[in-house]
């Protein structure tokens, strides 16, 4: 069953302006970690932020933050100044413990395009 | 730097062909995954391991099968490809999580795989 839900399949915004994209989940446990991952048309699966959940801080890297909210399992991404290199597919992700295993669940992304 | 390696970017294969699928990691992490990723379905888990020898099924692991004999190798293994199974297979590695840098998760460049 899927656990992370992106509901935003495409969206747009215009270079230097913000834009938010949405993430919730699903979970019982009380530790786990949260990633946004970016992937450009390189395929090649980029790291943008990450958050533990046992950290009430948002985690912040440059024009990228996330809004974690853990009573309501949401993780929305703020990406600030949009710069065309910004447009990829961005995916949700989190892990899991699954008998003892830990288990990677992405959700099915969303396609941001940045407009010059 | 760390280092994820698939070994075939573009394979093309018969139908009912048995396929290999190789990934090699060189930071001695724990968990190693297998995805595959079809447009509007994001990434989807086939299998992952936590350790050698040791394989847990994801959420679609009918038609494959995986094998882990080193700590640093997970093959992926189609006993006998279908049209179906084109698509591209994403490996990764990560430390488990309880370690202090378990958080981070490497990606491979891809494996596209066509069925004919």
């Known amino acids: 069953a899927q656990t992370v839900t992106q509901s935003q399949p495409e969206m747009s915004v215009q270079e230097a302006e913000t834009v938010t994209l949405s993430c919730t989940y699903d979970?019982?446990?009380?530790?786990?970690?949260l990633f946004w991952y970016k992937q450009p048309p390189s395929r090649q699966m980029i790291l943008v932020i990450r958050?533990?959940?046992?950290?009430?801080q948002n985690a912040t890297e440059n024009r990228f933050s996330v809004n974690f909210q853990k009573a309501a399992k949401s993780f929305s991404l703020k990406i600030s100044d949009s710069q065309l290199g910004d447009t990829a597919m961005y995916f949700c992700?989190?892990?899991?413990?699954?008998?003892?295993?830990?288990?990677?669940?992405f959700g099915k992304g969303t396609k941001l395009t940045v407009n010059p | 730097d760390v280092k994820v390696t698939q070994s075939s970017r573009y394979l093309v294969k018969r139908t009912g062909e048995k396929v290999f699928l190789e990934c090699v990691q060189d930071?001695?992490?724990?968990?190693m995954f297998w995805y595959r990723q079809d447009p509007g379905l994001g990434l989807r888990l086939i299998y992952f391991?936590?350790?050698?020898?040791?394989?847990e099924k994801g959420d679609i692991p009918e038609g494959y099968s995986v094998s882990r004999e080193k700590k640093e190798r997970f093959s992926l293994i189609l006993e006998s490809a279908s049209t179906n199974q084109t698509s591209m297979y994403l490996c990764?590695?990560?430390?488990?999580?309880?370690?202090?840098?378990?958080?981070?998760?490497?990606f491979g460049e891809g494996s596209w795989l066509t069925v004919v």
């Open positions: 958050q533990e959940a046992y950290k009430q």
């Open positions: 979970t019982s446990e009380n530790n786990y970690y």
């Open positions: 990764a590695s990560s430390f488990s999580l309880g370690s202090a840098s378990g958080n981070t998760i490497y």
């Open positions: 992700a989190f892990i899991r413990t699954q008998g003892g295993s830990e288990k990677l669940v």
């Open positions: 391991s936590y350790d050698v020898k040791m394989k």
């Open positions: 930071m001695d992490h724990e968990n």
